[in-house]
């Protein structure tokens, strides 16, 4: 059992090598380099702030639920 879970964690640890979100750009870079557009470079930038709060909100919960059954 644990080799295979090493073995899992070791093909999605270098899978994500392998894996983009987007294309690289041309230019390299900002993909939105003197369009004059304005968009964000991807999505995800437009919630780093809200993900960050949820990312707190969350890790005060499990910790206080943790502590709460003293494991």
């Given at each position: 059992m644990k080799t295979i879970?090493?073995?899992?964690?070791?093909?999605?640890?270098?899978s994500t090598f392998l894996i983009n979100a987007q294309p690289p750009s041309p230019e390299g870079?900002?993909?939105n380099k003197g369009n004059g557009t304005?968009?964000?470079?991807?999505?995800?930038?437009m919630?780093?702030?809200?993900?960050?709060?949820?990312a707190i909100i969350l890790i005060l919960f499990f910790?206080?639920?943790?502590?709460?059954?003293?494991?």
């Open positions: 879970n090493k073995l899992a964690l070791a093909f999605f640890l270098f870079g900002n993909a304005g968009a964000p470079d991807s999505p995800v930038d919630y780093v702030y809200i993900l960050v709060i949820v910790s206080k639920k943790y502590m709460l059954k003293k494991i």
